[in-house]
């Protein structure tokens, strides 16, 4: 006789309170395992309710537009019972035993960060089986989990909590904010769970298998994957996308001490120090310099390079260093630290060039990042290595044509929207479609306050290799929506190539300059001049519209700036 099975919702992480916008199936009709029941939408994803047996619907206890949560009750399923057998069990095997079971795929991907799903994604949309092995609890990879998603939930509380105290010029005044780390710990670790959650949902979806565990290459078409619960098992491929991403540099010089972080480290906010040593003035390390600033640090930075942000013109990070004196008690650049200590009293720091050691609550080690190609074996499959980097040609194979490599493994720069693109790349590669990784120019964004965005050629990059450009400039101070917004400090800047007048680089610094930056972007792509993007019309008042009036400035046609002369 048929058993009856309750049907609840699962949990959903934050979401409650869904409602239902599909009913696939009616009562009386039969449904197999997985198969989906009925269809939720929360504000980030669709999101089905699949059936975890197969059986015959008997009841449908929900409706278009009803609010469901984790634990609703939806449905009734009615379930045949197994039979029962009532022979004897077989006698116990004493023969070896069986091999390590095996799977087999058409496209196995090694990561689960950006480059990773994504590439997983579009090969199962391809029609493609796919496995996809991630080493972490969830899908994402360091950028949704401990790198771009979570420092930017900190990075906007950080720019709220500062603007607020800005307000007080304009006459609004609040009291002085207090800050309750566990609240932004569980604000930040929401934002994430929120992706998390959807990614894993697009997996089950789009039927991707996903194997949480570590993969090594065991030959040139499988791998060996320890699992978390301590098995291994082996995944045989017919193509394989690596997309192992890459890890932070660990300073030989630092002890192993709690108060000592990487980036990971900073982001679980510990505490708040009163004194943090930033070690390296790149993206991570100002980002990370600007979120503990807003919640009380005092702050240092010590850089090896002659500059902070090397690679960004001086003209833009001129602006941003005026804007953040009131971070740092110091910054030292061209200079390292020699040694450190662990004291009761803090982290004892000393620096080339100083006499004394100075002490610090928090030091974060933020001198770049490393590839993760050396520990997958790699030479077992025959894919060679240089410095830990593999190399691929415009299809993203390695020197073996199955094996694709992605993202941070293939190279600078480091950057999840590069290795989103290289992993569609690389899946229509693997699964027969034409196609190539042939980006002119990939954009750059520091999240700090202000932002810094830059693109393809650098008025710096253009001096020192003697290539003929003109430079066009539209500060801030004459946009009316910046003055509005308190932001007439920023900077809009466009190069042209000299002969063709084409644009061939772009640098933003202001608030939103992440956000501007696609346009100058796309401009580089599609072979724009300065005409196409001065006879754009961008909507006013924007801070948007400073592209236009750069390329109207650079032909001499800006009225919103003073007369150069007649054209």
Not at 58 to 72: I, Q, R
Not at 442 to 470: F, H, Q
Not at 518 to 537: F, K, Q, S, Y
């Amino acid at each position: 006789m048929p058993e009856t099975l309750d049907i609840r919702v699962p949990d959903l992480g934050d979401y409650a309170d869904v409602p239902v916008i599909e009913i696939p199936v009616a009562p009386g009709q039969p449904v197999a395992k997985d198969q989906t029941l009925l269809v939720v939408e929360s504000d980030k994803a669709t999101l089905d309710i699949p059936s975890p047996t197969a059986g015959r619907l008997v009841e449908m206890l929900v409706g278009l537009g009803d609010a469901v949560s984790a634990g609703t009750l939806v449905a009734r399923l009615a379930v045949e019972a197994p039979e029962v057998r009532t022979e004897p069990a077989p006698a116990p095997a004493t023969a070896a035993p069986p091999p390590k079971p095996q799977a087999g795929c058409d496209l196995l991907v090694i990561g689960g960060g950006p480059g990773g799903y994504s590439a997983a994604f579009r090969a199962a949309d391809l029609g493609q089986r796919v496995i996809l092995v991630e080493r972490d609890a969830t899908l994402g990879g360091v950028c949704l989990n401990v790198g771009c998603i979570p420092s930017k939930a900190l990075l906007h509380v950080a720019a709220v909590t500062e603007e607020a105290v800005r307000l007080a010029a304009h006459g609004i005044s609040f009291g002085a904010p207090t800050v309750d780390l566990e609240k932004l710990r569980s604000f930040k670790a929401g934002t994430v769970r929120r992706l998390t959650d959807g990614l894993a949902q697009m997996a089950r979806q789009r039927k991707v298998e996903v194997i949480r565990g570590t993969a090594r290459f065991t030959g040139p078409s499988a791998v060996s994957v320890a699992l978390h619960g301590g098995n291994t098992r082996d995944v045989t491929f017919a193509s394989a996308i690596v997309a192992a991403g890459s890890s932070p540099v660990a300073l030989a010089m630092l002890p192993d001490d709690p108060r000592i972080v990487d980036s990971t480290g900073a982001l679980e906010l510990p505490f708040v120090p009163r004194r943090l040593l930033v070690i390296g003035g790149g993206i991570i390390g100002l980002e990370m310099a600007t979120v503990y600033s807003a919640l009380g640090a005092r702050v240092d930075v010590v850089e090896r390079l002659p500059n902070l942000l090397e690679g960004v013109d001086r003209d833009l990070v001129a602006v941003w260093t005026k804007r953040n004196a009131h971070r740092f008690d110091r910054i030292r650049t061209g200079t390292e630290v020699m040694a450190a200590e662990a004291t009761p009293e803090g982290i004892a720091v000393s620096i080339a060039g100083e006499a004394e050691p100075q002490t610090y609550d928090l030091v974060l080690q933020a001198a770049g990042r490393r590839p993760n190609g050396a520990n997958l074996g790699l030479d077992a499959a025959g894919v060679v290595l240089d410095g830990g980097f593999v190399p691929v040609d415009a299809q993203m194979r390695t020197n073996v044509p199955h094996i694709l490599a992605i993202g941070d493994l293939v190279g600078q720069p480091m950057l999840a929207h590069k290795a989103v693109h290289q992993g569609h790349v690389a899946a229509e590669v693997a699964a027969g479609h034409k196609a190539g990784f042939d980006a002119a120019v990939i954009p750059s964004v520091a999240y700090t306050d202000p932002e810094i965005a830059w693109v393809g050629l650098t008025e710096t990059a253009a001096k020192a290799s003697g290539r003929a450009v003109e430079v066009a400039r539209f500060p801030w101070a004459a946009s009316g929506r910046a003055i509005a917004n308190g932001a007439d400090y920023g900077l809009t800047k466009l190069l042209f190539d000299a002969q063709t007048k084409r644009v061939v680089g772009g640098a933003i610094v202001g608030p939103s300059a992440g956000d501007m930056i696609g346009e100058v972007a796309l401009g580089i792509e599609m072979g724009a001049d300065a005409t196409d993007i001065a006879r754009t019309i961008h909507p006013h008042p924007t801070l948007g519209e400073t592209i236009g009036l750069a390329a109207e400035a650079g032909l001499g046609l800006c009225t919103d700036l003073p007369p150069v002369g007649r054209r």
